[in-house]
């Protein structure tokens, strides 16, 4: 049997492809990674019986054409999976088994993929270390001691240790971008209403956004091109025709616009990261890309601005787990409104609270026009930042977080500064505009730092031909020794 | 008719009160599936029958806007005279309640699809014009049933997520009565425009009522109070004459009105007090982000505006002109469509005249009687045109009319054939009536004498006699032409 650890989405692809490999020797190894690597809990529910059922029937069929032929992918557990337990990484939807498939995750089995597991997450997506899912911390394989990032952690932390050749997230203020810069790997934030939200999970709708987490940028290509496309479905799908992400893949740079935001130079930044970015722009210039200084001057705003967009949404949105329809319901309580406030007081952990409370809080009448309508202006003057700006450059690199992952349990306490390793991917979000996170370096401890690179809305193609010029010149290499087996 | 006086006042010792109303109409919209789902609407389906994951919330369920509702609600903006608005925002209005699966209630808040309109009112004392506020969208909610069980509630989800109209209207209204003819109005345009079935049982309208008092003369408005929920007019009428007694009580005795939430029970026939103002729910409302901005073509309102059928302003208007109404008998023909439909039909064939008195006085006593709507009639357009052509043509007297429609309502049969196997033709040949009538003279010859000699009382009992003898069947000109030439002889 070839060892898949070293083979990258698009090589097991055309392995079975060229039916070099079945389907099921490709699964089955998966399988063994998986429950080799339980240290790292970085799956929720396996499905494995069905795995390796679909592997036999995919290798029975004639018809190879599909982008994922017979590739086995664990996908976060915020998208719906038809008859496989999707738990939002929360004890009230600990029990919820979907009748009904996600938009994205039906494209991939469409396109020849099979589901080899769900993957541990924040709890609703809601956090940036995998600390808050009920399901327990994920740990990142790139040290013992270490989150994976989050909200995305399990599917970074499954991905990095080769237990999925490629995986999907979701990220709502960097949930891809971030967990994929603290593991070494490429993690793309399309333009909001390129993928379908239909069967996500919602946290906060008109910041969601679902993306590809891959080994490298070709996989990431190619695994953007299998999971976008309209959907009439969701009111807020783009309806443009689906583009050969991977087939239009080149690294032609040269003359390309770069622009370089001043705001992003916070205070205190470690030094490794300037460096890391310092050494990015000396890649891009050396690929023939020109560097333009730029400004986004309400970058500042971003942070607080989501604080409130993001909660609103969420405390809305998560209104419908109360225990009367599905998922867990309290059994103390002596009327309807005990009811909720039991089932909800024991179904949702802290910090899907404490958003809650800031959501609730900042909708209030008195309170909206001073909180919630201030930050959807300034959201448009953020937005606008990012629309002048692409009038000159054809993309902006910053770093991807401050800083390189972070132990488990150092900011738990402490939301605040939690909440300001989004610093540098929130702003994406809120102008609902691509960006990609590639693996650029280590920090003196050999942990993985990643730069980002964003563009203009619908630029998919040249956000991925940047960084796939980048990641050639970078030429990242993270070894890992596999001690969590 | 002449013109009376408005005088809806609550009269006490020290003063009269004004009474102001102002309604928030809940109408269904017809349309054959949800507001945001596909799931039908169909009224009287098994519990739960009708609920999509949509409809009840399930994880990553996303609402679509059924376009069908937007035109619903365009058309019948447009029948309120109203400015339609080409960009609206669906909102989020949360609140948590069991029948009630998202947490949350699609609505439209700050920006209606239908902004300002009116309709007019036709009362005793003359026309008034009902200003509109707005009409916006909303999901219905689902069907809380707490009467099945002592310890359980159970809920109906298949009215979750059909489409409403709420139609608000300014605080124009000023008596039970007013109310009455703003729901019946509103009701009628609806159901021209085929937007609304209006059907109240069913709770396809139902509205809450905003009421206040003030002295009369006052410029400005008291304090006013909702009415939740009230879903006939009969009741929403009682409610209004209940509260605003209420409320002048309170105000006579020196004490304030609170702004409130009430229900109306309908059995003491009083409202009482559902939440105050400081229990008022806060709903959070905010734009929907899972809904874009909703924006209107102009081009799509005016090719609606091509298609609206004559609504019942206009058809009045004609009514009144083609066939010479009055302003009373117009109104009665055209405030149900189906009414207008059916009269119509029955004057492409038959006398105007005859025919509006027809329908308005023995067909709607038997509609009434038998509880029926008209286009359930058992005596169909066509029947009772033939009907009134037998009368015009002078085959049965207006007397025998009245059998046959009798029979007609009874059978639903054909009025010839009742003519014809009755034998209820008018006897019209002059010499068998000439026969008649020499019978009765002869027979009554004393009575002649009288007549001859001046009793011309009589004259009334002659023609009562011949009628009698030809079985009520004579053409009463002719039986009078024959009996008048042979008392002059």
């Not at chain 1, 993957?119 to 600390?131: I, Q, T």
């Not at chain 1, 998919?460 to 980048?470: C, P, R, S, T």
């Not at chain 2, 309208?205 to 879903?231: H, P, Q, Y």
């Amino acid at each position: 049997m070839s060892d898949f650890n070293k083979s990258s989405l698009s090589e097991i692809v055309n392995l079975i492809k060229s039916k070099k490999v079945s389907s099921l020797e490709v699964t089955n190894h998966f399988i063994k990674n998986v429950e080799k690597s339980k240290k790292l809990n970085s799956f929720i529910t396996t499905c494995f019986e069905e795995s390796v059922k679909n592997a036999k029937q995919f290798d029975s069929k004639k018809n190879f054409d599909g982008l994922l032929s017979g590739v086995p992918l664990a996908v976060k557990d915020l998208f719906c999976t038809k008859n496989v337990k999707t738990t939002a990484g929360s004890k009230i939807l600990e029990n919820f088994t979907p009748t009904y498939e996600s938009t994205v995750t039906r494209n991939l089995w469409s396109e020849g993929a099979i589901l080899l597991g769900k993957l541990n997450c924040d709890e609703f997506a809601m956090g940036s270390s995998n600390e808050t899912s009920y399901f327990g911390n994920t740990i990142n394989p790139v040290g013992k001691d270490l989150v994976p990032g989050g909200s995305s952690g399990g599917s970074a932390s499954a991905l990095a240790a080769n237990l999925t050749p490629a995986t999907i997230g979701t990220d709502t203020g960097g949930s891809i971008r971030q967990p994929a810069s603290f593991t070494g790997t490429v993690g793309l934030k399309p333009t909001y209403g390129l993928c379908s939200r239909w069967g996500i999970v919602a946290f906060a709708s008109s910041l969601d956004q679902a993306g590809p987490m891959t080994k490298n940028v070709e996989d990431c290509a190619l695994l953007l091109e299998a999971m976008s496309g309209h959907d009439e479905k969701d009111s807020t799908s783009i309806n443009k025709k689906n583009e050969k992400y991977s087939k239009n893949l080149n690294e032609k740079i040269k003359g390309l616009k770069i622009g370089i935001p001043k705001e992003y130079r916070i205070e205190n930044m470690p030094k490794e990261i300037d460096s890391l970015w310092k050494k990015g722009i000396d890649i891009l210039k050396n690929s023939g890309a020109k560097i333009v200084d730029v400004s986004l001057p309400h970058t500042k705003y971003a942070l607080p601005t989501y604080y409130i967009v993001a909660p609103a949404e969420a405390s809305s949105n998560l209104a419908r787990y109360d225990g009367v329809k599905y998922g867990y319901r309290s059994k103390k309580g002596k009327n309807l409104i005990e009811m909720y406030e039991n089932t909800r007081g024991e179904g949702f952990g802290d910090e899907v609270k404490r958003r809650i409370f800031i959501g609730t809080y900042v909708l209030s009448s008195g309170y909206y026009d001073a909180y919630y309508l201030k930050a959807q202006k300034v959201r448009r003057l953020i937005k606008n930042d990012f629309d002048k700006c692409f009038k000159n450059v054809d993309a902006i690199l910053t770093p991807s977080t401050p800083s390189s992952a972070f132990k488990i349990g150092e900011k738990t306490n402490d939301p605040i500064s939690m909440y300001l390793n989004d610093i540098f991917t929130v702003p994406v979000n809120l102008a609902g505009i691509p960006a990609i996170s590639i693996p650029a370096g280590q920090d003196e401890k050999g942990y993985p730092l990643g730069l980002q690179l964003i563009t203009k809305a619908l630029d998919e193609q040249k956000v991925l031909n940047i960084a796939f010029a980048m990641e050639k010149s970078i030429d990242f290499k993270q070894s890992l020794n596999r001690w969590w087996e | 008719m002449e013109k009376q006086k408005f005088d809806y006042f609550i009269k006490t010792e020290k003063n009269n009160w004004e009474v102001i109303i102002g309604l928030e109409v809940h109408a269904q919209v017809i349309s054959e599936s949800k507001l945001f789902s596909g799931s039908s609407t169909k009224f009287g389906a098994k519990p739960n029958t009708q609920v999509s994951l949509v409809d009840s919330a399930f994880p990553g369920m996303l609402p679509v806007i059924n376009q069908y509702c937007i035109e619903q609600a365009v058309k019948t903006g447009l029948g309120l005279n109203a400015k339609i608005n080409l960009l609206s925002i669906f909102d989020r209005k949360n609140y948590f309640y069991a029948d009630l699966p998202a947490g949350y209630q699609i609505s439209q808040y700050k920006n209606p699809i239908v902004g300002e309109g009116s309709l007019t009112l036709d009362m005793p004392y003359g026309s008034k014009k009902v200003g509109i506020e707005r009409l916006h969208l909303e999901q219905d909610a689902g069907k809380s049933i707490h009467d099945l069980s002592p310890d359980n509630t159970f809920v109906d989800l298949n009215r979750s997520g059909v489409a409403l109209m709420e139609i608000v209207s300014k605080p124009d209204l000023r008596s039970p009565d007013e109310v009455n003819a703003y729901v019946k109005k509103l009701r009628s345009i609806m159901r021209y425009l085929k937007t609304c079935d209006g059907n109240m049982q069913e709770g396809s309208l139902r509205a809450d009522v905003n009421v206040s008092v003030r002295k009369k003369g006052d410029k400005s408005f008291g304090t006013r109070c909702e009415i939740k929920n009230v879903n006939s007019i009969k009741f929403m009428e009682m409610a209004i004459d209940s509260e605003a007694k209420r409320q002048v009580e309170l105000l006579e005795s020196g004490k304030k009105i609170d702004q409130e939430t009430r229900l109306f029970d309908t059995k003491k026939n009083e409202t009482r007090s559902m939440r105050s103002k400081e229990e008022a729910h806060d709903y959070r409302y905010f734009p929907d982000p899972d809904l874009l901005p909703l924006k209107i073509e102009q081009n799509f309102i005016d090719n609606l505006k091509k298609k609206l059928p004559e609504l019942p302003d206009e058809k009045k208007d004609r009514f009144i002109k083609k066939f010479k109404l009055t302003s009373y008998e117009a109104n009665l023909l055209v405030s149900e469509v189906n009414i207008s439909k059916y009269f119509e039909e029955v004057i492409k064939n038959s006398d105007i005249k005859l025919a509006k008195n027809w329908i308005t006085g023995d067909l709607f006593a038997v509609l009434n009687e038998k509880n029926l709507d008209i286009k359930d009639s058992p005596v169909t357009p066509k029947n009772l045109s033939s009907l009134i052509n037998a009368i015009s043509s002078g085959e049965i007297s207006g007397k025998i009319a009245k059998k046959v429609f009798e029979i007609m309502v009874e059978t639903g049969d054909e009025p010839n054939k009742i003519i014809k196997e009755k034998k209820l033709k008018q006897q019209s040949d002059p010499k068998e009536l000439e026969k008649i009538v020499s019978k009765v003279l002869k027979d009554n010859s004393d009575k002649v004498l009288q007549y001859k000699s001046g009793k011309e009382k009589l004259y009334g009992f002659f023609v009562g006699e011949a009628m009698k003898l030809s079985g009520g069947k004579a053409n009463p000109k002719l039986l009078n032409d024959i009996l008048k030439e042979k008392l002059r002889k």
